[in-house]
């Protein structure tokens, strides 16, 4: 079955680069959209966007201007690029699966916990 | 605050009946189909009803979704201890161009 891990590091200083990877094993790339979702501490669930196998993007709006998410299909990765963060990018980042654009995610990685801080 | 609107907290005893309400609009809900993920303490969120009322394999008949006009509903009956967790609803919403989520609703089981 289809799993997904995030990887990248856990702490990252303010007006920085967020980078993290999510890697795909179990299953294909193709024909599915591929999301990162945060959930800052002890609150409720953000999605970031969403990439599709072959390269199309969308994003939220509220973070368009500060994100970028490419695809790996041949090293079975997707990556989130965060610029310029702050205290409020403090958050539980995970990727996640969905078949339809609009669709449910269906399949969740464990998450990987990211700090801003100095 | 969220674009879709969930109670902030529910409760029940074991074995009874619980229903989690998501409020959104037009542009989400009302003509898009609504999915629901249960979150487990200290785990990532689990997809627990997907088109409004469809359950993946491996989830339990007692919990069931529905949605009229720019509200769904979460029901969940014979209420579990192990169903103490958060759940969250989320939609499409056109008019964002963006996935949106409730605030999440903490179900509690006394």
């Known amino acids: 079955q289809v799993q997904l891990q995030e990887s990248g590091p856990g702490l990252v200083k303010p007006s920085e680069t967020l980078s993290l990877t999510c890697t795909v094993s179990g299953g294909s790339m193709s024909s599915n959209y591929w999301s990162w979702i945060r959930q800052p501490p002890g609150k409720g669930l953000e999605w970031i966007g969403y990439?599709?196998?072959?390269?199309?993007?969308t994003y939220s709006p509220s973070l368009k201007s500060r994100v970028t998410i490419s695809v790996d299909t041949s090293k079975k990765q997707f990556s989130l690029r965060l610029r310029s963060v702050t205290a409020a990018d403090t958050a539980v980042y995970y990727c996640?699966?969905?078949?339809?654009?609009?669709?449910?995610?269906?399949?969740w990685g464990q998450g990987t916990v990211v700090t801003v801080s100095s | 605050q969220s674009v879709l609107t969930q109670p902030p907290s529910a409760s029940g005893t074991p074995g009874q009946r619980v229903t989690i309400s998501c409020s959104g609009s037009s542009s989400n809900i009302g003509r898009r189909t609504v999915n629901w993920y249960q979150q487990l303490p200290g785990t990532a969120p689990k997809i627990l009803i997907y088109?409004?009322?469809q359950r993946p394999s491996g989830v339990p008949d007692r919990f069931s979704g529905s949605k009229s006009g720019t509200s769904a509903s979460l029901a969940i009956s014979g209420l579990q201890s192990e169903d103490e967790a958060d759940y969250y609803c989320?939609?499409?919403?056109?008019?964002?161009?963006?996935?949106?989520f409730g605030g999440g609703t903490k179900l509690t089981v006394l």
């Open positions: 989320a939609a499409w919403d056109d008019s964002l161009d963006g996935q949106v």
């Open positions: 088109s409004n009322s």
């Open positions: 996640a699966r969905h078949p339809m654009w609009d669709g449910a995610f269906d399949i």
């Open positions: 990439i599709y196998y072959s390269g199309g993007t």
